[in-house]
């Protein structure tokens, strides 16, 4: 059974510094893996989709990066801002039934 | 393109009574939605898989006769909550995947519904 899980559970940084933020997955076989943004009682933004043939993708300030083989992704985000404070949620796509597993999500809050 | 609504945004409702959560794909045709629920401070868990016409699929727990789903139309998919109670009160998010879409297991998702029971 797919396990997702997130690590830190919350996280506090002053804004400008650089962070990662980390998802690990017991199954290697997904399809794909996705890492979401939600703000407080908001729903769901998509920020980066890793095909499993892929191994990051960048958009601005994110880049994550996906190690299907070690069950490990990273999203990495550059010179935070108090913008940035959110939950962050990965997920990942199963091959076999093309359900998403997901992650319990990290809370970041980013300190002007 | 590719954007999924959800209706109504927010809805407060008596123990007891029913209520009925409309999902929506706006510019493309969603062959497949999905049904979410999110308590405070944890991640979703799919309650059910409906596909256009057909009888949907519920997740391990999910009482079926109380979450009724209908997916009548290839954009609208409805989600009702009959004799509601304060433990039904969460976050529901439903999403769609089109499979005209080259990467047709991508799932776009609604902005949610949050539903408090009082």
């Known amino acids: 059974k797919q396990e997702v899980t997130q690590i830190p559970a919350a996280l506090s940084v002053p804004e400008g510094e650089n962070l990662v933020l980390n998802c690990s997955f017991t199954?290697?076989?997904?399809?794909?893996l996705q890492w979401f943004r939600q703000d407080p009682g908001k729903g769901l933004t998509s920020l980066l989709l890793i095909q499993s043939s892929q191994r990051e993708q960048t958009s601005g300030r994110l880049n994550a990066s996906l190690d299907k083989s070690s069950g490990r992704s990273t999203l990495y985000i550059a010179a935070s801002q108090p913008g940035d404070s959110a939950t962050y949620l990965c997920?990942?796509?199963?091959?076999?039934?093309?359900?998403?597993?997901w992650g319990a999500g990290t809370k970041l809050i980013i300190k002007p | 393109g590719a954007v999924v609504s959800q209706h109504p945004s927010r809805v407060i409702c008596k123990s007891g009574t029913s209520v009925k959560i409309e999902c929506r794909s706006l510019?493309?045709?969603?062959?497949?939605m999905f049904w979410y629920r999110q308590f405070p401070k944890k991640s979703l868990m799919l309650m059910a898989t409906s596909n256009e016409g057909s009888k949907a699929t519920y997740e391990q727990g999910v009482e079926k006769d109380k979450f009724l789903i209908n997916h009548a139309s290839l954009t609208l998919s409805t989600l009702t909550v009959t004799s509601a109670h304060p433990e039904d009160s969460s976050f529901y998010i439903c999403?769609?995947?089109?499979?005209?879409?080259?990467?047709?297991?991508?799932?776009?998702f609604g902005p949610g519904t949050r539903l408090t029971v009082l």
């Open positions: 997920t990942v796509l199963m091959d076999s039934n093309y359900q998403l597993i």
């Open positions: 510019d493309f045709q969603a062959t497949t």
């Open positions: 199954d290697s076989a997904i399809y794909n």
């Open positions: 999403s769609a995947n089109d499979l005209r879409l080259a990467d047709y297991n991508e799932q776009f």
